[in-house]
């Protein structure tokens, strides 16, 4: 029986996370999550007898230590994280507050046997893009909002581990992941209840920003399949889809597939934290997957029809 810690795992990544791994019944899986963000309700414990949850905040040492200490777990994916444009641009001073999360993690997983620490990066760190697509080696991580820059002290931090302790990582940097259970306040979730509801779409500038979309199923395919094969040992991992779309036929597609007379208004652009072009390189991903990722009007259709987590 493997012990495996997923933190953040009542969130939307991190509880369709726990839900793959407890398919496989030689994983015991303690789910961790302060539910500042996260939501109880996403957390499969009801369905599997090999999951327990716990309400912890992973940034207290004494909360996170005790379930450590108490489970002896071999693998942690690291996935807590106040995350959210808008909230993190509104609080600044608790993104850092992460970086004690990361700190005690990793310590607490080079004192009590852990093998290997999976980290939640983000496609932030790149910051304002400089080579397309980003590639994970080449680019240069140029970040500068709190947010981006927690993410990226975090990969510092795992690789000194690694260096220092001998303490194994992977590293996955998500580049916007959506599906039917994601929190109502990002670009996906947030344009898809206002065109069920008929009600204006807003896009911060023209709309011209473009991004990449990854459906949850391509994104936890691709990182349970390295924690099962054991691939991409202390390496990064861009997870993202390969289609560049601009925000703005984002929201004239969802208009059309949920039938909506929404209108689309624009608001002025964002200070910071609004980047030109979002494409990652793909190749490793896909290397894990090995079958085209899902399209995205495929994945829409998907979300439009199960809009639980969306509309409540």
């Known amino acids: 029986m493997r012990n495996i810690l997923v933190t953040g795992g009542a969130g939307f990544i991190g509880s369709a996370l726990v839900e793959r791994l407890a398919e496989d019944q030689n994983n015991f899986v303690v789910v961790v999550d302060s539910l500042r963000t996260g939501e109880l309700r996403k957390v499969p414990e009801s369905r599997h007898r090999n999951i327990r949850f716990i309400k912890c905040d992973t940034n207290d040492y004494r909360d996170i230590s005790a379930v450590f200490f108490a489970h002896r777990f071999e693998y942690v994916f690291h996935y807590a994280a106040l995350v959210g444009v808008q909230r993190t641009l509104r609080n600044p001073v608790a993104v850092l507050s992460d970086i004690s999360g990361i700190e005690n993690i990793l310590k607490l997983s080079k004192n009590t046997g852990v093998q290997r620490v999976y980290f939640s990066s983000s496609s932030e760190v790149y910051g304002e893009p400089v080579e397309f697509p980003q590639n994970e080696t080449t680019t240069p991580l140029n970040s500068r909002l709190p947010y981006a820059i927690v993410k990226n002290v975090g990969e ?103 039938g909506s007379k929404s209108e689309i208004r624009f608001l002025p652009p964002l200070e910071e934290g609004d980047m030109t072009r979002r494409k990652p390189d793909t190749a490793k991903m896909k290397t894990l997957i090995q079958r085209p990722l899902l399209g995205f009007e495929e994945g829409l259709l998907r979300v439009v029809k199960n809009t639980e987590f969306i509309v409540s």
Do not use: H
């Not at 023209?206 to 990854?214: A, I, K, L, V, Y």
């Open 156 to 258: 510092a931090y795992l690789r000194s581990y690694q260096k220092e302790f001998g303490l194994e990582y992977t590293i996955f940097r998500f580049f916007n992941t959506y599906g039917p259970k994601q929190s109502k306040d990002f670009v996906i979730s947030r344009f898809i209840r206002a065109a069920l509801s008929d009600a204006p779409i807003t896009i911060y500038g023209d709309g011209s920003q473009t991004r990449t979309f990854c459906f949850i199923e391509d994104n936890i395919e691709a990182t349970t399949n390295a924690f099962f094969q054991n691939k991409f040992i202390n390496d990064v991992v861009n997870v993202g889809g390969d289609t560049e779309i601009p925000i703005l036929d984002v929201a004239k597609t969802i208009i059309r597939l949920a």
